[in-house]
């Protein structure tokens, strides 16, 4: 456990010992005069130690709330002296178990972060009067709450913080409008809140120490480490104005997307249209009679070849592909521009023209 004696801590138990022997002595002097028989028994020195351990038992079970004061973690203790000093500035008492003198007091102070919200009115550069929620994350500067207890005291967030959060809060409002605190530039308004804050602190700090004719001058009490806006509150008529605004925007917007979708479907098509457009133009100018009867001789052999059913399709005039498939075997006949061998159609029966025969 670590213990921090404030002062002389001897002369504390040297002053408790003194006593219980004046006690002690008074004690014996009354039963010698009012008890003889008593006061013979306690000359034994035994009784007498025994009588004074039991005062100062009774003595330190009684001031132990007052003279062992517990600082817990996360805190710091300043010691004021009823005689001697007043406020002991040389260094705050850490974590851990302070002896201290009965008649001193010590004062237990927060070192950890901090945060405290307050409602600020302000009027912006429109002349509309709205309402701010401010938190404010703050610590002490731990080596120097001893001098924060003595120039300011344990209010010092309503005595230094509160009054340049609200000032700086009304003064920065000012420079923009309703819709700005409440939307998209409201980082910025808090950035600049934070810095004035930390500025006037200073300023105020600075003063302070000069009045007191302080040693540590230019050093800070209080450390702020963030402002936060949690909430602007704002007259329901411009609440609405805004809202409205932000659905017109974002309607906008889309109607913007779909003009955009539009042009491009319309780019698509025609770019489809172009390129089809090109293509038969590329067919129409390279592919010759010669070749597309070439594919048809082509397709109607490799379907003779076939073990399945067939249809014999006969064309009709010179250019056509007469075909005649022999649907139980693998044979087939070629019409007579392609097979010098086959008999000339003229020598056969006449035969209908695009007759077709299945078997």
Do not use: C
């Not at 949690?230 to 809202?243: F, G, L, M, S, Y």
């Amino acid at each position: 456990m670590n213990i921090n004696i404030s002062g002389d801590f001897a002369l504390l138990v040297a002053g408790g010992l003194i006593l219980a022997l004046i006690l002690s002595n008074l004690l014996m002097r009354v039963l010698k005069r009012y008890k003889p028989k008593w006061h013979k028994r306690i000359l034994s020195w035994r009784f007498r130690a025994g009588v004074t351990l039991l005062i100062l038992l009774f003595i330190a079970v009684a001031l132990v709330k007052i003279i062992f004061i517990k600082v817990d973690s996360g805190q710091v203790g300043v010691l004021w002296k009823r005689i001697g000093g007043g406020t002991f500035v040389e260094h705050p008492f850490y974590e851990g178990t302070v002896l201290v003198y009965p008649w001193d007091t010590l004062t237990i102070y927060s070192s950890r972060f901090q945060t405290a919200t307050t409602q600020v009115h302000a009027i912006t550069s429109e002349g509309l009067r709205i309402q701010l929620d401010i938190t404010v994350r703050y610590r002490p500067v731990v080596e120097h709450i001893p001098y924060l207890h003595k120039l300011v005291g344990a209010d010092y967030l309503d005595e230094m913080v509160i009054p340049e959060v609200a000032s700086a809060v009304r003064m920065i409002v000012s420079d923009y409008t309703a819709e700005q605190v409440y939307g998209h530039q409201r980082l910025e308004v808090q950035a600049r809140l934070l810095n004035t804050v930390l500025k006037e602190l200073q300023l105020q700090e600075k003063t302070i120490l000069e009045q007191e004719n302080s040693t540590m001058q230019g050093h800070n009490l209080v450390n702020l480490d963030d402002m936060l806006i949690r909430q602007v509150d704002v007259p329901d008529k411009v609440h609405n104005a805004i809202i409205s605004k932000v659905n017109q925007m974002y309607l906008n917007q889309e109607y913007e997307m779909r003009l955009e979708v539009a042009k491009k479907e319309a780019e698509r098509k025609k770019t489809e249209a172009q390129g089809i457009a090109d293509f038969q133009e590329t067919v129409s100018g390279g592919i010759s009679e010669t070749y597309l009867r070439w594919r048809g001789i082509e397709a109607t052999i490799e379907l003779a070849k076939s073990n399945n059913a067939k249809v014999v399709v006969i064309g009709s005039g010179k250019d056509g592909l007469p075909l005649i498939l022999n649907t139980e075997g693998s044979t087939y006949a070629l019409p007579a521009s392609v097979n010098p061998n086959a008999t000339d159609p003229q020598s056969q029966e006449p035969q209908t023209p695009n007759a077709t025969k299945s078997k």
